[in-house]
């Protein structure tokens, strides 16, 4: 186990400095997450036959398979968003803000990811090394929760894209379907993704695998106080003005609240 977090971390931090570089060379930071998505995936998912001999086998190709999903999933959707030559507006404000120093600071901040792409597979590797061999609650519960976190920041996505896509909303703030909800319901179903993890692969026989739940709650710190709701909010507030600060007191940052739902007369469909 300790060798393959090694081996993801020294991997990743290869991969993130060969995003730190595309980035440089094409001046969009959306790469960096871009490289980020499908290296974790791709690295968790070869991991887990190396260290996690002991698991049962539809077990480790399950998580396998949920792993590289995800991964695929989420990564696809940023390049095709980066590759018709959309920065992410996180980028762009740090590009701004940063100055002249913005490749020395973003390639610490890259660098950053590649150990918690290495308490992430952690997460994973427990999953699959799970050592009863029977599907039990906990696989149900997890894949359950697995499923509809992917489902679901892909339906956030959509709604985003299809908003933006009508010219009639340019200059808005989407407040449609999810996004009436949170502000950032895709930042909300990507920590709740990384409870499956955990919740497949806590083994009280194994005080160690409670580790495991380090993935989730980095992963929701990080979105909701470091590289996430932050840089972004500030970009929109830059751009938005007003209207996203009146969405801001409107719809709560992550997760909904009955207070905000209140406050529409009629909650927004799902599209």
């Not at 507006?89 to 940063?98: I, K, M, S």
Request: glycine residues 8%; aromatic residues 12%.
């Amino acid at each position: 186990m300790i060798v393959a977090l090694f081996a993801i971390c020294a991997v990743m931090s290869a991969l993130m400095t060969i995003a730190w570089i595309v980035q440089r060379r094409t001046l969009n930071g959306g790469w960096v997450d871009v490289f980020w998505s499908f290296g974790t995936g791709i690295c968790c998912a070869f991991a887990i036959p190396l260290a996690s001999q002991d698991g049962a086998l539809w077990r480790r190709a399950l998580i396998a398979a949920v792993t590289v999903a995800w991964s695929f999933r989420l990564g696809g959707y940023i390049a095709w968003r980066v590759a018709r030559g959309s920065e992410d507006p996180r980028y762009a404000a740090l590009r701004r803000q940063w100055g002249a120093d913005y490749d020395r600071r973003l390639l610490r901040f890259v660098l950053i990811q590649a150990p918690v792409s290495a308490v992430l597979a952690m997460a994973v590797l427990y999953a699959a090394r799970q050592p009863d061999p029977a599907f039990g609650i906990s696989d149900g519960v997890g894949l359950v929760i697995a499923f509809a976190a992917i489902v679901g920041e892909a339906m956030a996505d959509r709604q985003m894209r299809r908003f933006k896509s009508n010219p009639a909303n340019r200059g808005k703030v989407c407040d449609q379907g999810l996004w009436g909800w949170s502000r950032h319901p895709n930042y909300v179903f990507e920590a709740v993704l990384w409870l499956a993890f955990p919740i497949i692969g806590s083994n009280l026989g194994d005080g160690w695998s409670l580790l495991s739940w380090l993935a989730p709650l980095l992963m929701g710190a990080i979105l909701r106080y470091v590289s996430g709701v932050p840089p972004l909010e500030a970009a929109m507030l830059l751009s938005k003005g007003e209207a996203y600060r009146l969405y801001q007191q409107r719809v709560p940052a992550m997760l909904p609240t009955r207070y905000a739902r209140s406050r529409y007369r009629h909650p927004p469909a799902l599209r």
